[in-house]
């Protein structure tokens, strides 16, 4: 193991892990999903901003037709030229010439001779419905009507009128009146003469009109909607527009339908585009390939740790494409308000938090260039904000111990990315109004975005790959573990001496730059196999009171290492990480447990060939990591140290290159990579921390209680 972070995984490798087919595929599909995302990129034009001035001329590249709004709207207004004014009565003056013909029959009773047969009840019922009729019947010219009726509207109680001076007022001609009867007696329920009286009546007087706005509006909706969008051909080689032209939403129509005509005459399935791609695919796989194979085998080796990262590096490129599918599709024009998506951070933080820092760089730097060269972002400086923001959220990823310091990390990229927008628009000389905000805005989207990502994310990889992250081992430091509010009450001993070797190892890992935090909370429960045998170790057991006296050496030892396998099986139990397991089996190694070795050698009259070693040995496998090397000598330092007279540099000194020489010359770190350098930092700072631990203070003298000075002050 080269360093503290592969402590992140664990070192159990099923097929999965070993397979070369797994291993094959896992490529295939890395370099099929990279296939896909360079083939099927989007057609790249010039980006202008609504308003802005063109730098340059642009000239058709193929024939297309676009959406022209300035023809569409004409054909519209000249479709709105045959809708005439529509007219109906003011209800106010019909409402007047009812109280009139009220009053008149009420007043004057020579109607009663001119409708001899009518009954006033009759004479006010027809009245009150002829009344409410003139309120629905509206007037308008005979093209109006028409296209009323081609639009599918009802025209009942339309009729046909020359246009007049509505301000004056007007009499109806005989055949409105006829219009007006027949719409609303069309059923025998009045008698002739009622109907005749009333419109004989109403036929000679004047009556106000008003224009009806809305009815007029809905006409005109719908005869706008029916108008199809005109579209407008432009031939290849013609100029869309000219240098120094200011850029309108013509413009933009323009590009964007001749990047759609530019996208469908792409043919995907020709040699030379599916050529490129897969020279680019080969091309970025050989490149990684030589990455990982010179500074991190590791991964290459572990199809596991192989296939997070592919993972996480494809799940960015369908984060990327999504992304432009919502921003270029949608009809409120996104693209130009979202200049500057930053999504390189959501890969970064992922693989710096899952896999290694120098990897989320090599992957940020290289996935930065892709999308920079094959999204249709051509915006000035995507590239380096998306490149920078990331290098910034790595830098501070690495220092995680809570999940939501996630939100602070993409907080503090934000803020750079603010840094960085700022220094663009300084750069290009923009005004600094809406469209700088909008960008500071939607960049903090981003990040946001990200942070919320990461933060579900997270937890999904860390259970699928069984990752040890150190957000991770922060929650499993908290005391109120199941497991660690067991071990404070039936093996209070075991816990405090955990506790204080948790420490040391930290410190001792840190001197040789391995993973202090591992160590710290590992050791919490290296030792709880402990708790269903207590009584039979010494941190537990009460004063004056060894139940190894009621047993001979050989079952004395056996209880000792069965602490281990009872550990592993509470481990298991309790879902800890393989890491933690791994430490379990690991931190007494294959070592003696010597002190039943040598009483077993005394009841035999030191014969050595009469003791079977075996019996007094752990089962293994001896330590792998620097940081299990580390918790195996802090164990035996912390547990030895106490059995010392005198607490000193020297005599801890002497205590720590005993143990490590006992160690070495029984092979116990043979299987892992700590160098005799490391070897010696790390016997120093546990000196060190054996020392802070068993300071001496100054003695301070007793106190003399008062009413006893006043007795010896007697006596002199």
């Not at 009802?154 to 009867?181: C, M, N, S």
């Not at 309790?574 to 430490?583: C, K, M, R």
Request: charge should be neutral; aromatic fraction near 10%; charged fraction near 25%.
């Amino acid at each position: 193991m080269a360093d503290g972070h592969e402590l992140k995984y664990s070192k159990e490798h099923g097929f999965f892990d070993r397979s070369l087919t797994v291993r094959s595929l896992i490529a295939l599909f890395f370099g099929l999903s990279l296939f896909l995302f360079l083939h099927f990129r989007e057609v790249r034009v010039e980006v202008l901003e609504l308003g802005s001035v063109s730098p340059r001329y642009i000239v058709a590249e193929v024939n297309f037709a676009f959406p022209d709004d300035e023809a569409t709207a004409i054909l519209r207004q000249e479709a709105l030229l045959d809708i005439g004014k529509i007219y109906a009565i003011d209800p106010d003056t019909i409402h007047k010439r009812k109280v009139e013909f009220e009053n008149f029959l009420i007043y004057d009773q020579e109607w009663r001779k001119a409708a001899k047969l009518s009954t006033f009840d009759e004479m006010y019922k027809a009245m009150d419905k002829l009344s409410r009729v003139l309120q629905e019947v509206r007037f308008s010219d005979a093209r109006t009507i028409q296209k009323l009726k081609e639009m599918g509207f009802k025209t009942t109680f339309y009729h046909e009128l020359a246009p007049f001076d509505i301000r004056q007022g007007a009499f109806f001609p005989e055949k409105v009146w006829e219009f007006v009867k027949r719409i609303s007696f069309d059923r025998q329920v009045f008698q002739t003469e009622t109907i005749n009286f009333i419109v004989d009546y109403l036929k000679n007087m004047i009556w106000q009109l008003k224009i009806d706005t809305s009815a007029e509006k809905k006409l005109q909706k719908v005869v706008r909607a029916e108008i199809a969008t005109k579209y407008t051909e432009v031939a290849a080689g013609s100029r869309i527009i000219d240098r120094g032209d200011k850029v309108t939403p013509k413009h933009l129509a323009m590009l964007q339908s001749m990047k759609q005509a530019l996208t469908e005459k792409r043919n995907l399935l020709a040699v030379r585009q599916i050529a490129a791609s897969l020279m680019l695919t080969v091309l970025i796989l050989v490149l990684s390939y030589v990455f990982l194979k010179n500074l991190h085998p590791d991964i290459l080796a572990s199809n596991k740790r192989l296939f997070l990262l592919v993972s996480i590096v494809v799940l960015g490129l369908v984060f990327a494409k999504v992304t432009e599918f919502l921003l270029l599709k949608t009809t409120e024009n996104l693209f130009e308000i979202v200049r500057y998506p930053l999504l390189t951070p959501f890969v970064a933080i992922l693989i710096c938090s899952l896999v290694h820092p120098s990897v989320a760089i090599f992957v940020s730097a290289v996935l930065t260039v892709l999308l920079d060269s094959v999204l249709a972002f051509e915006r000035h400086g995507f590239m380096m904000t998306n490149l920078l923001v990331a290098f910034f959220a790595i830098l501070y990823t690495r220092s995680l111990r809570k999940r939501t310091e996630i939100f602070v990390v993409c907080g503090k990229a934000w803020l750079a990315s603010c840094v960085l927008i700022c220094a663009l628009y300084f750069y290009d000389r923009s005004k600094m109004g809406v469209t700088l905000f909008a960008d500071l805005g939607s960049s903090g989207a981003f990040m946001l975005a990200t942070s919320v990502l990461v933060v579900g994310l997270l937890p999904v990889f860390e259970s699928c790959f069984k990752i040890l992250t150190d957000i991770t081992l922060m929650e499993y430091m908290d005391p109120n573990h199941e497991l660690l509010r067991r071990l404070t009450v039936e093996a209070p001993g075991t816990y405090q001496h955990a506790l204080i070797m948790g420490n040391m190892a930290e410190l001792a890992a840190r001197s040789i730059g391995a993973n202090g935090l591992f160590c710290r909370v590992a050791t919490l429960y290296h030792d709880i196999g402990k708790m269903p045998i207590a009584q039979y170790f010494t941190e537990n057991q009460q004063a004056g009171v060894n139940i190894h006296q009621l047993l001979t050496p050989v079952e004395s030892a056996q209880v000792i290492i069965s602490h281990v396998s009872e550990g592993v099986a509470l481990a298991r139990k309790a879902g800890l990480p393989e890491q933690f397991i791994d430490v379990i089996k690991e931190h007494h190694g294959t070592g003696l447990v010597y002190y039943f070795y040598h009483k077993q050698l005394e009841s035999v009259g030191s014969k050595k060939e009469l003791v079977n070693e075996k019996e007094f040995r752990y089962s293994g496998p001896k330590p792998k990591t620097k940081e299990t090397v580390i918790i195996m000598i802090a164990d035996c330092v912390e547990a030895a140290s106490r059995s010392l007279s005198e607490v000193n540099e020297i005599t801890l000194t002497k205590l720590v290159d005993q143990i490590v020489r006992e160690r070495l010359d029984d092979g116990q770190f043979e299987d892992s990579i700590l160098t005799f350098e490391e070897l010696g930092k790390v016997k120093r700072a546990l000196v060190k921390s054996l020392l802070s631990i068993g300071h001496f203070r100054v003695k301070y003298p007793a106190r003399v209680r008062k009413d006893e000075s006043a007795v010896e002050a007697g006596k002199a």
